[in-house]
């Protein structure tokens, strides 16, 4: 059976010299991390859990604390962080030290799709027809390291990596994001979120990333009218994965409508005074990942 060549294998005597251009932009990538003090990954493997909420409200709260704040949207299908954190959809403007991010709320500098594409228009991949989906995988982790690589973060204490669903992707932005400080695993207190987190665990355990917690969202409602929390979910899954795995549970969040209709205006519930829990847990979240990372004093 033909076998598909690896990029360090493709010839390429007319000019677009692709493994030399994907070298070229390793190395950028590796020089714009070091001026990162602390990349965090915000995954799960499951989808609609609530990551991008979690990340824009992360990034929210450090930049709303005075650290200086990046949000990489590495959900290229289906990019929200952008929009979650109010970033303007003017057009990126480019420097010869790369793309300039556009800057949220709080002063976070982020970076989407979302602010390549115009309003309703979906990403395609131009493929050569056959074997589309070789050449898909391909050319997303392209944008995915061109993402990262050509965008001039500048210094930051913190960048925050959203990313998509599925356990494949999670991997893909491994092999960019080689080392992370810590990687955020987000799930609800669901079965069938327990089974895919698992998978999540394993790879990363796997990979080496040596600092893995668990947030689990959604973990109750709190009735408006009796005052009374409710949970949302049969199961109890988030708790078991954690005791199963030795994965930490830094987090349990209460579901609150007000997450999401914050979110969804660009202004992130961390960013309201304090009192509401769902704002308050975002926070207590923040503090727990600024305390693992020895950022602030326990
Ligand atoms: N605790 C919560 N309470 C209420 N709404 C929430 C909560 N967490 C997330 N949401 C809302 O649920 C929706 C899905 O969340 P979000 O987009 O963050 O999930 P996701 O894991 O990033 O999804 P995807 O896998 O598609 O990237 C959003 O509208 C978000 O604002
Ligand atoms: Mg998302």
Redesign the pocket.
């Known amino acids: 059976m033909a076998r598909f060549r690896t990029y360090n294998e493709v010839l390429e005597p007319t000019g677009a010299k692709v493994p030399e251009q994907v070298r070229a932009q390793l190395e950028r990538l590796a020089r714009r991390f070091s001026a990162i003090r602390h990349t965090v990954i915000v995954a799960?493997g499951?989808?609609?859990?609530?990551?991008?909420?979690?990340s824009a409200n992360l990034a929210a709260a450090l930049a709303a604390e005075g650290r200086r704040v990046g949000a990489a949207d590495a959900?290229l299908n289906?990019p929200?962080l952008a929009r979650m954190l109010a970033a303007s959809t003017a057009p990126l403007a480019v420097s010869p030290n790369g793309v300039a991010p556009a800057v949220g709320v709080a002063g976070v500098r982020v970076v989407s799709m979302d602010l390549l594409l115009a309003a309703d228009a979906p990403v395609r991949w131009r493929d050569p027809g056959h074997a589309g989906f070789v050449w898909q995988s391909t050319l997303e982790t392209g944008a995915l390291r061109e993402f990262l690589a050509d965008v001039d973060w500048g210094a930051l204490d913190l960048l925050i990596v959203?990313a998509?669903?599925g356990t494949d992707k999670l991997q893909r932005l491994l092999s960019l994001v080689p080392r992370p400080s810590a990687v955020l695993l987000?799930t609800t207190p669901s079965e069938t979120a327990r089974h895919v987190v698992a998978r999540s665990i394993s790879l990363l355990r796997a990979a080496g990333v040596p600092r893995l917690a668990l947030a689990a969202?959604?973990a109750g409602y709190r009735c408006p009218a009796c005052g009374r929390t409710e949970p949302l979910f049969a199961a109890d899954g988030a708790r078991r994965l954690a005791a199963a795995t030795g994965v930490p549970l830094w987090a349990e969040?209460?579901?609150?409508?007000a997450?999401?209709a914050s979110?969804?205006v660009g202004r992130p519930i961390v960013l309201e005074p304090a009192g509401s829990p769902?704002a308050d847990a975002l926070r207590a979240l923040t503090r727990r990942l600024l305390t693992e990372l020895r950022e602030v004093d326990p």
């Open positions: 799960s499951k989808g609609g859990v609530g990551k991008s909420a979690i959900d289906g929200s959203d998509p669903p987000v969202n959604m969040l209460p579901f609150d409508p997450i999401a979110t969804d769902a």
